[in-house]
């Protein structure tokens, strides 16, 4: 189902019975599993939905136990609902019916467009002055942008996703150069990357040196970015977008878009223990903190480094694209003080050197600086140096959080369509930003004819 359906749905549903009636039309669409058996019948529940599976989901069911043996008014129900299962769909019916989880894990770019629909509790309700202070006092730059929306705080993150670049020393050796001297500009290491390519007698790539890819990604490195947040507009056309797109093209075009775009589609893929990098299919690549515990886990012997993506001329250091795991509380959530208090204590709001414990486990960087430096978090950083410059980079108020404006999920969409067409070489960077604006200000049109609070 189309979510700009369901969004003047939720504002304007009036009576319960007409959600019931769409609720058992989709019901084999959008059923939810019942949730698991109480531990403390006893106790306010306080009703928790996420969206990690797997692994991810043992590492959530020991922080909702944690929470539960750690007083005794609240019990905490958790729920796993996964993505591929019309999450977003489940959820906004849920509160248009008045029966949503009391809270919700998500990294999806939705806060702006549910927080515009009335979908979602302002956090600054819930906050006593002392913790939305310290919250603001603590929180690293990023963390402070990313649950914001019209200056009210609607998503407090749990998990803040930062990038940089990994590379392998030994390939940096073979090629005669010293790994201990990575570039200090962008424009060199795309020279060492050369130096480290690798191509069969066909002329296909069989190793790839570097190759700055990722427009969302590389944007705010060269002084650029899609959002203005003192201005508070959109910064689409901007020259440093334009020679930062016209830049990532140059750089495939060096090796051949074709030849590009057939090793993307064969190797650039993998989890886990299929990571090309792994493998020496990728000299130096671009990648989240979480690869540090995967390469410790699947290659413990693999050498490799990390380093901040540099800047080009006229760009900026510690600069690049961030986003990260929140908390949100539903509108019309029966137990919102429940859920704050889980909310406090997963981020370390409430005890930090206790939180730093749920942060190593799923080795994720905290959004506040208390966490990172407790003895806990030191400890794990220690036992893996390479996360530290991740939690470096946090300090950066060079990281770009998504544009917060209500249609941030198509503005990112057709972000990402920008980039495919321009490095495909289907248009060029002048026209593909040119089509950008165009196709935003057709979507912010259409907002204003359907009401959707576009300005």
Known sequence: MDRDLLRPLARRVLSLSFVASIVLLFGFVFAVPGPPARRHPERIPVRFWHMWTAEWKDIVDRIVLRF???????????????????????FLLAVAGGDPPDVMAQWKPIIPTWAESHMLRPLDDLMSPAERQRFFDEAYPVAKKIGVYENRLYGLPIGINVWALYYRPEHMREASLDPDKFPESLEELVLLGAKLDKKNAHGDIVRLGFLPGWFGMYAPVFGGGFYDWSARELTLDSPANLRCLTYLVECRKRLGLDVVTRFESAQNAGASVEWPFISGVFSITLDGQWRVEQLAKYAPGLEYRVAPIPPPAGGKRFAGSSDGNFMVVPVTAKRPDGAWE????????????????????????????????????QDYLARYPSFRVFVDLLSSDNLAAPAPIPYQVF????????????????V????????LVR?????????????????
Not at 428 to 435: S, V
């Open 439 to 455: 196709q935003v200000d057709e979507e912010r049109q259409r907002r204003r004819v359907l009401h959707y609070g576009e300005p």
């Open 342 to 377: 889980f909310i406090k204590f997963w981020s370390g709001l409430s005890d930090p050197e206790r939180a730093a414990a749920f942060h190593t486990w799923g080795g994720w960087l905290p959004a506040l600086s208390s966490v990172a430096k407790s003895k806990t978090y």
């Open 411 to 426: 503005l990112a969409d057709r972000i990402t369509a920008t980039d495919q067409a321009a490095m495909r070489g289907l």
């Open 428 to 435: 060029t960077p002048t026209d593909a930003l040119r089509d």
């Open 68 to 90: 539960n043996e750690s007083q005794d008014r609240y019990e905490v129900v958790a729920l796993s609902v996964p993505p591929s299962s019309n999450v977003d769909a489940k």
